[in-house]
């Protein structure tokens, strides 16, 4: 054994647990020797960890960390190739992970049984800020579960009796807002630019629930020029895309809210497609409204993508190559 390099020896006496913390054929465990620059050897009940001391121990506290994680989920919970990537960055950087944290933030969907959880601890950050501040601005990457969990937490506050209606909106910017040269009837025209937040809502509840939801008036989609001159009582408000709103379309918004109300933005400050970019509402209302302490900020990174792990790679380059021009 090289000077300097130490072993160290973590138990797991449940096997089934034991099972899930190496993953299927040690997948989990060959993800964290990467990551970590470890060497982990199971044997029989035990993970035998050989490292510098400083790395091996930060492994050896990720798979007890693992333990207690799983310990807390479903007998069925394994963990996938993100679970264990953003764990295993987390733990080297000298990160904490609270896992009772993640545990309680839980997202139950009344009705459709569906529970949804944070999968980092920016999402639950972002889940608690939701919860806590009557305005939430998420500012990040795409993948990054802004819009969705923004959906899900509003779904559980309707389903709930929280509030009597969800109301979904986003910039038509494609249209130039006003959408009046389009063709059809209202819905017709904005169907394709509010499509994503209809997926969500087809996800999390199903295509029957949400159309009998928007029949029924509970949850209201549309652009954001119809926002205009209302007030919104008891209502969770999402604003999507809010990068491509102006200042004056973002102060608008803003002061529709009415009581008992919540708001939630979401953004990403790197997709503007307004003709003046630097004039996004977005980031004005970022530079403006910093110092209100009922307004709640949480900033995603590509470690926070959650679609296939190539996602975080394309992002990544991108943001290299905006940096060489």
């Keep these: 054994m090289s000077e300097g390099v130490v072993q160290s020896h973590v138990e797991i006496d449940d096997g089934a ?17 990467k990551i970590m620059e470890v060497r982990i050897i199971p044997r029989g009940n035990t993970l035998i960890v050989t490292a510098p001391r400083d790395r091996g121990e930060k492994a ?29 960055t987390t733990v080297a950087k000298g990160g904490s992970v609270d896992i009772d944290e993640l545990n309680r933030l839980k997202i139950l969907i009344p009705e459709s049984g569906r529970t949804i959880s944070p999968r980092t601890l920016n999402q639950a950050r972002y889940i608690t800020s939701i919860q806590k501040f009557p305005i939430t601005l998420s500012i990040g990457p795409a993948g990054t579960g802004k ?17 009597e209606r969800i ?21 017709q025209k904005i169907n394709p630019y509010l499509r994503p937040l209809y997926d969500a809502l087809f996800d999390l509840v199903g295509f029957e629930r949400t159309t009998k939801l928007i029949e029924k008036g509970s949850i209201e989609i549309a652009p954001l020029a119809y926002m205009r001159g209302r007030t919104l009582n008891r209502s969770f ?4 895309e809010g990068q491509n709103t102006t200042s004056s379309q973002m102060k608008m918004f803003l002061t529709r809210l009415g009581t008992g109300s919540r708001i939630v933005i979401s953004g990403d400050v790197t997709q503007i497609d307004i003709e003046k970019p630097k004039k996004s509402g977005l980031l004005n209302a970022m530079k403006v409204l910093r110092g209100i302490e009922e307004i709640a900020f949480v900033e ?26």
């Design 17 to 33: 647990l034991y099972r899930r913390i190496c993953g299927l054929k040690d997948a989990n465990i060959r993800i964290i020797e």
């Design 60 to 88: 050896a506290r990720l798979l007890h960390l693992m333990g207690d994680f799983l310990h807390e989920r479903e007998k069925v919970y394994e963990f996938d190739e993100f679970d264990i990537k953003y764990l295993a």
């Design 147 to 163: 819009t969705y969990l923004a959906v899900a937490v509003a779904l559980q506050h309707l389903l709930n009796g929280r509030v």
């Design 167 to 187: 109301i979904l909106t986003r910039p038509a910017v494609e249209a130039g807002e006003s959408l009046g040269f389009l063709p059809g009837d209202l819905i």
């Design 237 to 240: 408000i999402i604003l999507d």
């Design 300 to 325: 995603f990174g590509k470690e926070d993508i959650c679609r296939h792990p190539i996602v975080e790679k394309i992002v990544g380059a991108y943001d290299r190559h905006a940096k060489t021009e």
